[in-house]
T-cell receptor, first 116, second 119 residues
Framework: NAGVMQNPRHLVRRRGQEARLRCSPMKGHSHVYWYRQLPEEGLKFMVYLQKENIIDESGMPKERFSAEFPKEGPSILRIQQVVRGDSAAYFC??????????????FGEGSRLTVL | AQKITQTQPGMFVQEKEAVTLDCTYDTSDPSYGLFWYKQPSSGEMIFLIYQGSYDQQNATEGRYSLNFQKARKSANLVISASQLGDSAMYFCAIKKENAGGTSYGKLTFGQGTILTVHP
């Protein structure tokens, strides 16, 4: 959905560098989700954040990955010391919790990370 | 835990014909929602259709319909009158819902089916 803005769309990093992916949800939404799509696979849930709170990080790798959603500014997914296995598409989704059923999750266009 | 199985890695269909993409699911949640998303080669995720587990009727959205068979735990997507632009990867997904139908957006996705529409 065009309302969820992710940047950069494409990011290339060498092994050991840091990657920062940003997501601005739809206007009026204060809940964001991050999903990861490895090559040839479906999306997998990583983390759910509200402003200044991590609600569910059960899908986040234990090391090198972190996420935040500050009071002001976009949500950021940070990957430290990237390895080739981190190469994937990272999707952010915006959520309006009071809306029932279809369309609760609006996905951004994704950020494609390539680790050389 | 929830699980989605899409057994068709790839499907082919002739333009203007109908095609069914299979999806079976497993969940212990009494209330859940089922989704289909389309991912074209450009990579974005496009929501197609939603079915709530307590919905009595199968969901329809234009050329898309969801053949929901709760007892069989299947939620197949039917695309009628296929178009060349339908060529894409299609994902089935499930999430837990509260009794009132609200929930948070933690989806479990299947592996996807690549649909190719031939002219």
């Amino acid at each position: 959905n065009a309302g969820v803005m992710q940047n950069p769309r494409h990011l290339v990093r060498r092994r050991g560098q840091e990657a920062r992916l940003r997501c601005s949800p739809m206007k009026g939404h204060s809940h964001v989700y991050w999903y990861r799509q490895l090559p040839e696979e479906g999306l997998k849930f990583m983390v759910y954040l509200q402003k200044e709170n991590i609600i569910d990080e059960s899908g986040m790798p234990k090391e090198r990955f972190s996420a935040e959603f500050p009071k002001e500014g976009p949500s950021i997914l940070r990957i430290q010391q990237v390895v080739r296995g981190d190469s994937a598409a990272y999707f952010c989704a915006s959520y309006f919790p009071d809306r029932v059923g279809a369309g609760e999750l609006f996905f951004g266009e994704g950020s494609r990370l390539t680790v050389l | 835990a929830q699980k989605i199985t899409q057994t068709q890695p790839g499907m082919f269909v002739q333009e203007k014909e109908a095609v069914t993409l299979d999806c079976t699911y497993d969940t212990s949640d009494p209330s859940y929602g089922l989704f289909w998303y389309k991912q074209p080669s450009s990579g974005e995720m496009i929501f197609l259709i939603y079915q709530g587990s307590y919905d009595q009727q199968n969901a329809t959205e234009g050329r898309y319909s969801l053949n929901f068979q709760k007892a069989r735990k299947s939620a197949n997507l039917v695309i009628s009158a296929s178009q060349l632009g339908d060529s894409a990867m299609y994902f089935c997904a499930i999430k837990k819902e509260n009794a009132g139908g609200t929930s948070y957006g933690k989806l479990t996705f299947g592996q996807g089916t690549i649909l190719t529409v031939h002219p």
